[in-house]
């Protein structure tokens, strides 16, 4: 077993499979950006802190992918849960909690008068935990998005973690297809689970607001190889 933190830290202590998992999250600090790693690190802590959802992933990645096989972007479609994961990850944890912006002119908006030039600041991390609009808005409840047209494309707009209109995120798409690929990798090669006997109930969410919005205390999980013997199995086959 492997311990690993999410975030600035990453600290391996087995030699068996440190290579892969190091890889792993070595790609994850490199290749992506705070946005992109803030993420992964929320939807993997809300699963291992959601045990039952965790399972449903888990499950549903098995189902749509041979015992073995390296998961592909083009797998992204058959996992229904994995992106209603996502949404509610982005919902939940917006990696930039308040889009700041400034208005060209006077505006009336909402019975609210804003003059010109005024910086504005749109609390997107509220939006998402309207209780007028979502149902437990505290809670991780992927489910509700299961079957509904809700995207974060920036139509919806009670879910815009990437802002809206002209200024949205240009790298949503790009964003979109790394966040899916990541998670579902991490989770289809290991099993996971919280370290030193943690209990899910006793996991630290707190968040840690500024321009972006991360986690107060990097996240702590133990991978355990799964993919490693169907690795060593096949590279043995080859020799
Ligand atoms: C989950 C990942 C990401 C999220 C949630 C996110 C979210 C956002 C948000 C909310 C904005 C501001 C929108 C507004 O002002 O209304 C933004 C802008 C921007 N993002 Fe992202 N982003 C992500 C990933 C990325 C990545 C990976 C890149 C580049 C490789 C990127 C590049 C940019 C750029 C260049 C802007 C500025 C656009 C402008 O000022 O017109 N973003 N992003």
Request: net charge negative; with cysteine; aromatic share 8%.
């Amino acid at each position: 077993m492997v311990r690993i933190s999410f975030g600035v830290n990453h600290a391996c202590d087995c030699p068996a499979i440190k290579t892969q998992v190091l890889d792993k999250i070595a790609t994850l600090d490199h290749n992506l950006d705070d946005t992109t790693l803030s993420t992964v690190e929320w939807a993997m802590a809300e699963l291992l802190c959601n045990p039952e959802k965790l399972e449903k992933v888990r499950q549903e990645l098995q189902l749509a992918l041979h015992k073995g096989e390296q998961f592909e972007e083009s797998h992204i479609s058959k996992l229904p849960f994995l992106k209603a994961i996502v949404k509610e990850t982005l919902r939940l944890h917006p990696p930039a909690p308040f889009l700041p912006h400034k208005s060209e002119k006077d505006v009336e908006l909402c019975g609210f008068f804003i003059p010109k030039n005024s910086q504005i600041l749109i609390n997107v991390w509220a939006m998402g935990r309207d209780s007028s609009v979502w149902e437990n808005p505290n809670q991780f409840m992927p489910e509700m998005f299961l079957g509904s047209e809700i995207d974060f494309k920036g139509h919806d707009f009670e879910l815009i973690p990437f802002g809206a209109g002209r200024r949205i995120c240009p790298e949503l798409p790009l964003a979109n297809r790394t966040v899916h690929v990541t998670l579902a990798s991490i989770l289809h090669c290991y099993d996971w689970k919280l370290p030193n006997g943690l209990k899910p109930e006793d996991m630290d969410m707190s968040e840690k607001f500024g321009i972006t919005l991360q986690k107060a205390f990097p996240l702590q999980a133990i991978p355990i190889k799964k993919l490693v013997i169907v690795l060593i199995a096949g590279m043995k086959a080859a020799l």
